[in-house]
């Protein structure tokens, strides 16, 4: 059975985001939640230095991409960055 918590803003800001094979790519620094939803529709993330040289100083992710997350770490498929693009990347970035 898989335990299902919640997370306040406070324990998810500076939350450390790893890809599946334990890439560092940063810390969630924002959120967007979608008004009509009331869901998150993207996590914001302060890059790694790593990342940062891939895609800049911020990483938007989609809520798809996040295998799990808990009050340790978030832990996102591995391609969610690929070849110095972000995957699902907002228009006008």
Request: no cysteine.
């Amino acid at each position: 059975m898989i335990a299902i918590m919640d997370l306040t803003f406070r324990q998810l800001k500076n939350l450390p985001v790893y890809t599946k094979s334990n890439e560092y790519l940063g810390k969630i620094q924002e959120m967007e939640i979608n008004s009509e939803t009331q869901n998150i529709s993207k996590y914001i993330i302060k890059s790694s230095q790593v990342s940062k040289r891939l895609v800049g100083k911020k990483l938007w992710l989609n809520p798809h991409q996040v295998i799990s997350i808990d009050e340790q770490k978030m832990i996102v498929e591995d391609g969610a960055v690929k070849e110095g693009v972000l995957v699902n990347e907002p228009a006008g970035v």
